[in-house]
């Protein structure tokens, strides 16, 4: 059978820029001509991006020009907060549903510290207040995840948090002046995903749940 006249198969980049804290530079990355013209050709037919609850005015001006997304074969969507998660659309870009496996592009989570400690546990930022946290979810749904550190914080976990995550192989490490090429990374990721939580999670892991698989995989329990 010929191809022609066949639609093209839709692919999902989903970004999500968190519940809390604004990120509005990655919503501004997230239109870049650059950034674009990658994701159309790696065969991305669709944008959805949820831009929190202060990037709604930064959202409609960026795509308010229709046309040239259209021109680049690109569809893009936005909505504010989901108090029941967004695991629907992480489901979407790991390729159910009518899509093929896309991408999800996620902030890093946001800041932690412990009431025994001052000191902040790096696994306790993959979790936000609207769920069990974008980062989780995707890494246990299997799409490939590109995880992008909010460099307006006062902190560098969330560059300590992406690095760890990036040298373990289960996300690629994303920065807002060079978020194309994360595109082309995520592909190479898509090649050998992990799954989560790592094979070698023992019963004392599991028990601790995510902040104990993360302290272990980065160094912190004995």
Not at 24 to 51: E, M, V, W
Not at 107 to 136: K, M, N, V, W
Not at 143 to 161: A, F, I, K, R, S
Request: hydrophobic share 35%.
């Amino acid at each position: 059978m010929s191809g022609e006249g066949q639609s093209k198969p839709k692919k999902l980049c989903f970004v999500t820029i968190g519940a809390t804290a604004s990120f509005n530079s990655l919503i501004r990355a997230c239109f870049h001509p650059k950034f674009l013209k990658n994701l159309a050709k790696a065969g991305y037919t669709d944008i959805l991006l949820q831009y929190g609850k202060n990037g709604k005015s930064m959202f409609e001006e960026l795509s308010q020009h229709q046309s040239d997304l259209n021109s680049l074969g690109l569809q893009c969507q936005g909505f504010g907060l989901k108090p029941e998660g967004l695991r629907q659309e992480m489901m979407t870009a790991k390729g159910i549903t009518g899509f093929v496996e896309g991408v999800v592009i996620s902030h890093a989570g946001a800041s932690y510290r412990s009431r025994e400690d001052s000191s902040p546990f790096i696994g306790t930022y993959l979790s936000d207040t609207i769920g069990s946290g974008s980062i989780l979810d995707a890494l246990r749904i299997g799409v490939p995840l590109v995880v992008v550190p909010n460099p307006e914080l006062l902190d560098n976990h969330q560059v300590e948090l992406a690095e760890a995550l990036a040298a373990q192989g289960y996300v690629v490490h994303g920065s807002l002046d060079n978020l194309d090429a994360a595109i082309n990374q995520a592909e190479e990721l898509r090649k050998a995903q992990k799954t989560w939580p790592p094979v070698n999670s023992g019963t004392h892991r599991q028990a601790q749940g995510l902040q104990g698989v993360m302290d272990e995989e980065m160094g912190f329990l004995d």
